[in-house]
């Protein structure tokens, strides 16, 4: 693409597929799709994102499937090296931003250890641009001045017991992903912090996406709604009262 990077062989790419929405694909992802010979996915990256790789790529999936657990960090990144020292152009597709909660952290940190030049292309993270798809702005002028980024669970599927209750419970958008199975845990933390038990809660799953999904709640009630509406992950789940200007901001109508 005309100047864009070319996409030397033997290196690894990290690039953020965004939510969902091949429309949000930035003009690098979209320059790299052209050029991988492998295209390494998780399972949040969709079908039509995919569908800009270059014909004849290689597409590996190496994710999450059928609630089997996870391929191993070290499995992933050996795969990324191994791609790389045998002279191919691997593009490390994540969706969403691949440095917002998706490992893609632990994965460069890998690259780094074993000598494989990268590069970085963030994406739209599903916390910031999936929101907006429900017109859920996560800062506003008039309504909030702070937004925190928080994980619903750490890698044993628990609650992180390195959040700071006290001080989230005062951020003004609570924004929060993989929280759907923790929620009521997550909401007795922060109602306990201080936070109003009526405070408007947006759960948005599969955002941006044609079936996008969304229910409209309380910090209260949020857990019982969830599994009532039988809304599916992946979701985002946003705690605040910049919620409300949903009502008005609604532009897909979901
Ligand atoms: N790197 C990703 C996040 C990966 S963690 C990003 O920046 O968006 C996986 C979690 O992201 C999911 O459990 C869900 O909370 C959220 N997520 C990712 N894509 C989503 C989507 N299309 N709709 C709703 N939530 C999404």
Do not use: C
């Amino acid at each position: 693409m005309r100047g864009l990077p070319r996409f030397p062989a033997g290196e690894v790419w990290l690039v953020g597929a965004g939510p969902g929405d091949a429309g949000l694909l930035t003009l690098h992802a979209v320059n790299a799709l052209e050029q991988a010979d492998v295209v390494v996915h998780d399972a949040l990256v969709s079908a039509d994102v995919l569908g800009f790789a270059r014909r004849g790529a290689e597409l590996v999936f190496l994710g999450k499937r059928g609630g089997k657990p996870s391929p191993k960090q070290p499995e992933i990144t050996k795969r990324l090296i191994d791609y790389a020292r045998a002279g191919k152009r691997v593009l490390r597709l994540k969706g969403g931003d691949p440095f917002v909660f998706g490992r893609g952290a632990e994965e460069a940190l890998d690259l780094v250890a074993a000598n494989v030049p990268f590069r970085v292309i963030p994406g739209i993270t599903a916390g910031i641009g999936g929101l907006a798809y429900a017109g859920v702005p996560v800062t506003s002028r008039d309504v909030n001045a702070s937004v925190i980024f928080l994980t619903g669970h750490d890698k044993h599927g628990l609650l992180p017991d390195t959040v700071d209750w006290a001080a989230t419970a005062k951020a003004g958008m609570i924004v929060m992903y993989m929280a759907m199975r923790n929620m009521d845990k997550i909401a007795a933390k922060l109602i306990a912090a201080g936070r109003p038990s009526g405070d408007p809660v947006t759960v948005v799953s599969n955002a941006t996406l044609p079936d996008m999904q969304v229910i409209d709640t309380t910090l209260e009630r949020a857990a019982k709604d969830i599994a009532a509406s039988g809304i599916a992950a992946p979701a985002i789940v946003s705690i605040g009262r910049g919620n409300l200007l949903r009502e008005k901001l609604n532009w897909r109508g979901v």
